[in-house]
Every structure is written in C-alpha cells, then in structure tokens.
C-alpha cells in the first residue's frame, strides 16, 4: 500500500496559481488512480479531480474543470494539481487519494476509500 504526502498550499491571490504536489512511497505507484480531493471549513470532503495509472485518462469536477489540471509523473511517483485562476471558494484543505480505479475514487464516498495523504491548506484570498 502507497503512503502519500502532499506539498504545495498556501496563500493566494484570487485569479492566481498554485501548483500541488502528492509523493507517494512503494514500488507500484503506476498501478494506482490517483485522484485530488478538498474540504472546505465546515463542509464535506469532495472530489475535485482523478487520474488513471498511465495518466492518459482525467476526470474533473464541474467545479474545476478548466482550471486545475491532474498530470503525474511516475518515474517519480508523484501527481500534481495544477490550480489556476483561483476563486475564494476553492479555499479548502486539498487531499490526495489512491485507489485502483478511477470510478472509485469519481463515485466512492470518501469515507470508503483506505489510502490518503495528510492535506495541504489552500487560502484564496485578498
């Protein structure tokens, strides 16, 4: 089982850019979905973004499609969230996830997925 860490939140500007990062540990990281989720004060974990094992496939929430790119990069065992054009109410912590499949990290309830990073704090604000 991977074990994940995302890097890369902060504060910013509305209309500005932040680029996440998610390294995950183990030897079969191109084997996982990988997706990116957020949770805002007071609100439900949601899912923002997922990407297939060889990266050729990508699902978004209508929320942030357009604006946050997933990509990964496995010889380094790495995904990425992209986030640009950053609105206020994209201030949340964001998570990593992996799973097996990309379906289950799209229509799974968050609490039944097993593998997560510890969540990076993303403030957009003046």
């Known amino acids: 089982q991977v074990q994940l860490v995302e890097s890369g939140g902060g504060l910013v500007q509305p209309g500005g850019s932040l680029r996440l990062s998610c390294a995950a540990s183990?030897?079969?990281?191109?084997?996982?979905?990988m997706g990116w989720f957020r949770q805002a004060p007071g609100k439900a974990r949601v899912f923002v973004a997922a990407i297939s094992g060889s990266g050729i496939h990508t699902y978004y929430a209508d929320s942030v499609k357009g604006r946050f790119p997933i990509s990964r990069d496995n010889a380094i065992n790495t995904v990425y969230l992209q986030m640009n054009s950053l609105k206020t109410e994209d201030t949340a912590v964001y998570y990593c996830?992996?799973?097996?499949?990309?379906?289950?990290?799209?229509?799974?309830?968050?609490?039944?997925?097993?593998?997560w990073g510890q969540g990076t704090l993303v403030t957009v604000s003046t």
């Open positions: 996830a992996a799973d097996r499949t990309t379906s289950r990290l799209r229509y799974s309830s968050p609490s039944a997925l097993d593998v």
């Open positions: 183990g030897r079969t990281f191109s084997s996982y979905a």
